[in-house]
């Protein structure tokens, strides 16, 4: 009987002793690794998640970057459809002329320049093509008074074509009531530029 009661404990404490090494097996072999594992997918889904955050704030950005491009572009076209081609220089000179004369203004001496002063090629965004843009200056000298020659420069800047004015010299002639004006209009033309001419003219170097 005792014997029983022996082997039966033996058995019993063998099996406790089998559990308890299963358990620490377990623990430090497969348990720690999915502590490790869970801890790494927690981390990714932090990443994740600014990532989404930050992403999203990226295309609401675009999105707002998109809208004011829009915009630029139209105001750009806007610009662009009130400079007139060089060829319509003799119209343009002439609307500006008849401008003056209109506000009041006298003409002392009218020399538009045949040279432009700067040039710049502009490629549009929506079609690609190239266009030159000229600045051609105009030497006028005018008689009259201030108040006729702010409403020329008001009608030149509401004029369909773009026109802008600088280096204005205002002289007071003895006690008259006139004024000689002294300024250089600039006046804007494009000229269309053709690609194919420009592959074919631009040969690359040996």
């Known amino acids: 009987m005792n014997e029983l009661l022996k082997n039966q404990r033996n058995i019993f404490v063998a099996i406790l002793s089998g559990i308890f090494l299963l358990v620490i097996i377990w623990?430090?072999?497969?348990?720690?690794?999915?502590?490790?594992?869970?801890?790494?997918?927690?981390?990714?889904?932090?990443?994740?998640?600014?990532?989404?955050?930050?992403?999203?704030?990226?295309?609401?950005?675009?999105?707002?970057?998109?809208?004011?491009?829009?915009?630029?572009?139209?105001?750009?076209?806007?610009?662009?459809?009130?400079?007139?081609?060089?060829?319509?220089?003799?119209?343009?000179?002439?609307?500006?002329?008849?401008?003056?004369?209109?506000?009041?203004?006298?003409?002392?001496?009218?020399?538009?320049?045949?040279?432009?002063?700067?040039?710049?090629?502009?490629?549009?965004?929506?079609?690609?093509?190239?266009?030159?843009?000229?600045?051609?200056?105009?030497?006028?000298?005018?008689?009259?008074?201030?108040?006729?020659f702010g409403k020329l420069l008001e009608n030149m800047t509401d004029s369909q074509y773009r026109l802008t004015a600088s280096n204005i010299d205002i002289a007071q002639k003895g006690n008259s009531s006139k004024l000689i004006i002294k300024f250089i209009s600039y006046a804007y033309f494009q000229t269309a530029v053709k690609k194919g001419y420009i592959a074919d003219s631009v040969k690359p170097k040996s």
């Open 27 to 148: 623990y430090f072999v497969f348990h720690q690794s999915l502590a490790a594992a869970y801890s790494d997918l927690k981390q990714s889904q932090k990443s994740l998640t600014s990532k989404r955050t930050k992403y999203r704030r990226m295309e609401s950005e675009i999105i707002n970057i998109q809208d004011e491009w829009y915009n630029l572009n139209e105001e750009f076209e806007i610009v662009i459809d009130r400079i007139p081609d060089k060829s319509s220089f003799d119209n343009v000179s002439n609307a500006l002329y008849n401008m003056i004369k209109n506000n009041g203004l006298s003409v002392i001496s009218y020399s538009p320049s045949n040279i432009a002063i700067d040039k710049k090629t502009i490629i549009l965004p929506d079609s690609e093509d190239e266009i030159i843009i000229e600045k051609i200056p105009i030497d006028i000298e005018i008689n009259g008074n201030f108040i006729n």
